[in-house]
């Protein structure tokens, strides 16, 4: 559990703790203790004027003929993890898949499921990120939902974050838009948010401490598309990284795709842990990084655009989509030798996010 | 389990059950078995335009200026009961949230957190009853997500599901527009739901058997505003049942809410039942009925539209808003007297939706 938190920090909670110290079933159950916590905690922490309607769904503005539309449900364990916690990754992480359409994200929803027994401070704390989160986003909680199971039939909190976002462009994202000879981009180096929880997971203390790049990316993918660059595909690299992120585009679109592995950046504090833990970084979740499918003659200038913005400056161009009508993606090495980089027939890392 | 599938059934899984019988953390990994249930079960049963962009969120035409959208998370237990399961429960329960805004439900996510260990052909069961669900809803599910955890700490399926809906009326349906003197009307019998679930969980036998009346109610509340139907508010009764959601309306609007207890429908079983096992089913769950609340003026004819609609055929009026401005639901009997209908302060039906 993280522990910068200010003094002051329990004392704020809207839900006296000294009295409430912890999630009960009957926060659940639809009577009084349930309406305290979504009044008291969740209402007044997220206000706005959507959440004020109190109805069982929220009437939105939409001032675009299309939205996209996302889900992603949370059970990262640990809670806590140096640089987020799940509050932060329920947030930007589904702010991330719509950034992904080129959406700019606009409403966010939330469903919790609470163990029984659940420290009502830890609660506390990932509402404050969640509430942080989301305005640094520039996105609104608009509904939510909360239940309760027993103890020994969840881990504390899992969150479910879905979200819609507002479609302002003419690009058709997606997989079948990707051609042979596009140029692929990472926005820059991979496997930290996988390795920082296994590092907090396991206890294990490295030289240099990682931090989850757990970050927002719908600014970067909106400078793009102001720049008129031509996106054909945005995909984040999250479970399964950026080798499982490469193949589902490859099975999509149907052609191979190749990487030069040393153009793809890895901190070395992450090759270290890496190398003790038996993981390759290209596999390894990220929370705050993406590839950026354009054509060939448009790379320099998307890279350029990309390296100009915070959440782009370790940008590089990692490779290109080959003639080859082949399902696979293949790394060259600094020798020039190919290997191919299968997808993972199991598990990598569980509950990452 | 209910156990009037076909026999065919098992064999029209598009996982082969005898290779995979079980959901394994390696579901869950980002890699290949993820792979194989995203596309092979969810994506093959849940077909449809949007979902065949395979991409990390869903681009869709929205045909109106304002949308309602809506969350909630399903931990039902057990998973299977008379009348529905789960996955039935993730359709209509999200359905008729937004059916309470007056929306025409349209787009649905959907977030499963798998319990490792759980049989694949339970998630077959669960997966081709959303899909009916939907079907018959006209609702399309349009993107979603796949967490497995470990044994213990989940509890064999939740879901959550998303929805968004399309506002193509002008009423402000809402707890704040609710007025003294409006008339309440309720769509038919109360405490269905929840007692299904706490005889199946009992393993209790009654002479009737009870269905939950988990169903859509949006065709229901489209009648009502095509006939002109100047709704104030409609909620469904789910968790803590009738009285829980007058509690709620009577919160926001600040004004006190009688009900006549005679009028409310309860079904003979449903009252056996709730003596037996000590509930009273004005505060039981409930998956098909809801509140309607309109003016004096449109109570008869609001009841007309309802009792001629399948969902509606025992609709009643069974209260009214007064002039008293205290947040405090109370009940009429039929010797006149008054007793005051409390929000409950604990659980009364757990993990029940």
């Known amino acids: 559990m993280n522990t910068d938190q200010p003094l002051s ?113 830890i609660l506390w704390r990932v509402v404050q990120s969640i509430q942080k989160a989301a305005a640094n986003a520039g996105v609104a909680i608009v509904t939510g939902d909360t239940k309760v199971v027993e103890r020994g039939k969840g881990d504390g909190i899992y969150i479910n974050s879905s979200g819609v976002g507002f479609i302002e462009h003419d690009l058709t994202i997606q997989p079948t838009s990707v051609k042979p000879g596009d140029s692929i981009l990472i926005n820059g180096d991979v496997g930290r948010h996988g390795m920082a929880i296994m590092a907090q997971r396991d206890g294990l203390r490295f030289e240099s401490e990682m931090d989850s790049d757990c970050a927002p990316l719908h600014t970067l993918v909106r400078k793009l598309i102001d720049e008129k660059i031509q996106i054909h595909m945005l995909r984040d690299l999250t479970r399964g990284g950026l080798v499982s992120a490469l193949h589902e585009i490859s099975q999509v679109c149907g052609r191979q795709i190749s990487i030069e592995e040393s153009k793809v950046p890895v901190e070395e504090a ?84």
Chains 1, 2 share one sequence.
């Open 9 to 121: 920090f329990l004392s704020q909670c809207p839900i006296p703790i000294d009295r409430y110290p912890m999630i009960t079933m009957a926060h659940g159950g639809g009577g009084r203790l349930m309406n305290q916590l979504i009044e008291q905690m969740f209402a007044q922490t997220f206000q706005n004027s959507y959440l004020l309607q109190k109805h069982d769904s929220a009437v939105l503005p939409v001032p675009t003929k299309k939205i996209a539309m996302t889900t992603d449900t949370y059970t990262v364990s640990p809670l806590f993890f140096p640089g987020g916690d799940i509050g932060t990754l329920a947030v930007y992480g589904t702010v991330n898949d719509l950034a992904m359409s080129g959406a700019t994200p606009a409403y966010l929803s939330l469903g919790f499921i609470l163990e029984e027994g659940l420290p009502m401070e």
């Open 270 to 353: 992450v090759v270290g842990a890496c190398e003790i833990l038996g993981f390759d970084p290209l596999y390894v979740a990220n929370e705050g990084k993406l590839v950026c499918i354009v054509a060939k003659e448009e790379a320099q200038k998307a890279l350029a655009v990309m390296r100009n913005h915070e959440q782009g400056t370790g940008s590089q161009i990692i490779g290109q989509v080959q003639e080859a009508a082949r399902i696979e993606v293949v790394s060259k090495n600094q020798m020039g030798s190919l290997r191919v980089l299968d997808l993972l027939s199991g598990e990598q890392l569980p509950r990452i996010c």
